[in-house]
């Protein structure tokens, strides 16, 4: 069984001007990080040049479907029938994004497939971690 889901999504860019480009992106699950889900953009699709990458909890795009979630570099919230809207708040700008609901659900599912929420934490080997510290003291 794979421990990873890389799932690419359809996101539109919300920018002033009245149309909305669309630009590629991956959702990203990794067991070994139980609780996180990462977004990423491609170097082609940012301003700087680089491929851009958020860290996020699962719990809140979860949330985010349901109703507004967020205060901090990370807000979700759903957005009519089929849209979720996912705010990326940094020094330099937001970006803001629409993607399918419908996409970010089968992404979770998938995810919850492979680790079920509320047993994330039996996917941490504290043991390891706490070795792994102790033997830089």
Not at 8 to 14: C, D, I, M
Not at 48 to 70: K, N, P, Q, S
């Amino acid at each position: 069984m794979s421990i990873v889901i890389d799932q690419p999504v359809e996101a539109r860019l919300v920018a002033a001007a009245p149309r909305m480009s669309s630009i590629p992106a991956t959702l990203h699950y990794d067991r070994r990080d139980p609780f996180a889900v990462r977004m990423t953009f491609p170097a082609p699709a940012t301003l700087e040049g680089v491929e851009v990458c958020w860290t996020f909890a699962r719990d809140l795009l979860t949330a985010g479907l349901h109703e507004a979630e967020g205060h901090g570099d990370v807000r979700v919230r759903p957005y009519g029938y089929d849209r979720t809207v996912l705010e990326f708040h940094a020094p330099e700008g937001t970006a803001i994004v629409h993607v399918h609901s419908s996409e970010i659900r089968r992404f979770l599912q998938a995810t919850s497939e492979l680790v079920p929420a509320g047993r994330e934490h039996l996917q941490l080997d504290l043991d390891n971690g706490l070795a792994e510290l102790m033997r830089d003291a």
